[in-house]
């Protein structure tokens, strides 16, 4: 099964996140920071980042940016995507918040087959 590296800095949303990955038979890994998130990204292989785009020591953007140099397939979370760096937004398959569980779970399945959110 894929594995997902979810960096979410709200405990109630990264919980909500993480349990809905975990039900659909997903490995986690589940961490809050930018740093933290780069750490994992060199230490394990991933398929799949889920990342807030705010995050408290940056953007989910700089992460997202280091995952798909890698060939980590990249999905961002936002609940302002057009104030937030839209230009850069371009190079990454992002969804609005709030978002439905299920309807995540359909566009994780998309974007790790390659055929966009």
Known sequence: MHHILL???DPDVG???????L??????????TLAAAELLLDD???DLLLADMRLPDGCGIDVADKAKAR???????TGDAFRAAPE???AHPYVLKPIRPRELLVVIERVLRG???
């Open 15 to 21: 919980t909500l996140l993480e349990y809905t990955l």
């Open 7 to 9: 960096v979410e800095d």
């Open 115 to 117: 055929v966009g959110p």
């Open 88 to 90: 850069r937004l371009e």
């Open 23 to 32: 039900g659909a038979g997903y490995h986690v890994s589940r961490v809050g």
């Open 44 to 46: 394990r292989s991933h």
């Open 71 to 77: 060939g980590i397939k990249t999905l961002l979370l």
